[in-house]
């Protein structure tokens, strides 16, 4: 009688089932998963990611790949995504035009290296490694850096790599969560981190109607302080008029467009809205940049200070010499990213403060499009939503909620 076989490891196929190298014969013909996820009788986790092998236009080089996770072990979580926002950074990470890129491994079986994109996202723990300690299944959790590669429908990572913020139906939504990151932490530590206002001084911001700003502006009423909104020019006065509403609604002082910056005489505006000048100046958010961040800066009292975290226009920032020796302007930047690796606890208090100010309904959401993914959502439709981050007038941010995955 021939010994028995050994038994291998199982051999991962990425097309829905997972083949035990033991078995002997011709293998069976492997059929794809379309329209619902399986999980194997040995612990292999289906998952569906978007990833990209190459820099570029997103419909060129954008792909739905389906792969396996093995069942975790030592600190290692299976992660589930409830929530993933589309970032403009996002987008500039898959063009190749942004500062930090993620590398292009093999890790998930694809045949040529390839990257996942999104940095933000709302998990849930599906599973842990034994030697996990600090979240459990049904824990939701939020990326603690960028670089995940979030856009996928199951992710695979370390404990350290995750921040624990509750669980499902605590006070928060998962588009809440998913997006506390970037967007509320950046217009937190915009106010916080490089002018000490008073209660009663003015700062004022372009690109007012953003995620950022919309936050910023909440956050600036709350802790007493007066603002200028700053929006582009909307296509009929009806639109320009619900949109100044909807922003003083949200803390906004004053709201105008910034043809209206640009215009001679707004500075005299600017003084009797100020109390005739009393009222300081000491603060500007810019997210713009060229001339219209300039115009943005000749609100500023002397000593006053630019903070720029965007430049949504790609033109250059001419700063003038008169700015900076009769006025005394400070110009300075902003990047989430960069901050959030140098300060992580401070980020982590961050996030706490903003999802207990969510669950007091202290602020209210950004307006948000949301894209369903389920298993068998079509990459036509996925990539789709992608494209249009970068539209100008958009209804709100793009963000993945997935259903059935």
């Not at 600036?220 to 006065?237: I, M, Q």
């Not at 009797?272 to 609100?299: D, P, S, Y």
Request: charged share 25%; aromatic share 8%; proline share 7%.
């Amino acid at each position: 009688m021939p010994p028995k076989p050994s038994r291998a490891p199982p051999i991962r196929l990425f097309y829905g089932y997972t083949r035990p190298s033991h078995l002997p014969g011709t293998p069976r013909t492997p059929q794809p998963i379309h329209h619902h996820r399986l999980i194997s009788t040995y612990g292999y986790t289906q998952a569906k990611s978007l990833i990209y092998s190459s820099h570029g236009a997103p419909a060129d080089v954008l792909s739905i790949h389906t792969h396996s996770l093995p069942p975790p072990h030592s600190a290692l979580l299976t992660l589930r995504t409830l929530a993933s926002p589309l970032n403009p950074a996002d987008i500039n990470q898959i063009t190749g035009t942004y500062p930090a890129l993620p590398s292009f491994t093999t890790r998930l079986g694809t045949p040529r290296p390839a990257a996942v994109p999104g940095s933000e996202a709302c998990f849930e723990v599906l599973a842990t490694g034994s030697a996990a300690k600090t979240v459990k299944k049904g824990d939701w959790v939020i990326p603690r850096r960028g670089g995940m590669g979030c856009w996928s429908t199951h992710v695979q990572c370390g404990e350290e790599e995750v921040m624990r913020v509750g669980r499902g139906g605590e006070g928060v939504s998962r588009g809440q969560v998913a997006g506390v990151g970037v967007n509320p932490v950046t217009a937190w530590w915009l106010l916080r981190g490089f002018v000490r206002l008073q209660e009663g001084e003015w700062w004022v911001l372009n690109g007012a109607n953003s995620g950022v700003g919309r936050m910023a502006l909440q956050l600036g009423k709350l802790w007493g302080w007066k603002s200028l909104a700053v929006v582009r020019k909307r296509e009929s006065a009806e639109e320009e008029e619900r949109l100044r509403k909807e922003l003083e609604g949200l803390g906004a002082e004053r709201v105008v467009t910034e043809e209206e910056v640009g215009e001679r005489g707004f500075g005299d505006r600017v003084k009797e809205w100020t109390g005739g000048g009393r009222e300081k100046v000491r603060l500007a958010l810019n997210c713009v940049g060229g001339e219209a961040a300039m115009n943005l800066a000749k609100c500023l009292d002397p000593g006053g200070v630019m903070v720029t975290y965007g430049g949504m226009s790609r033109s250059p920032m001419r700063v003038g010499a008169g700015m900076l020796i009769f006025r005394d302007l400070s110009f300075r930047g902003f990047w989430v990213s960069r901050w959030a690796e140098e300060n992580p606890l401070e980020k982590e208090k961050t996030v706490e403060r903003i999802l207990e100010m969510y669950r007091r309904a202290d602020l209210r959401d950004s307006p948000v499009v949301e894209v369903k993914w389920d298993w068998g959502t079509a990459r036509e439709e996925l990539v789709g939503a992608v494209e249009g981050t970068l539209e100008g007038y958009r209804k709100g941010k793009g963000l993945f909620v997935f259903g059935d995955s």
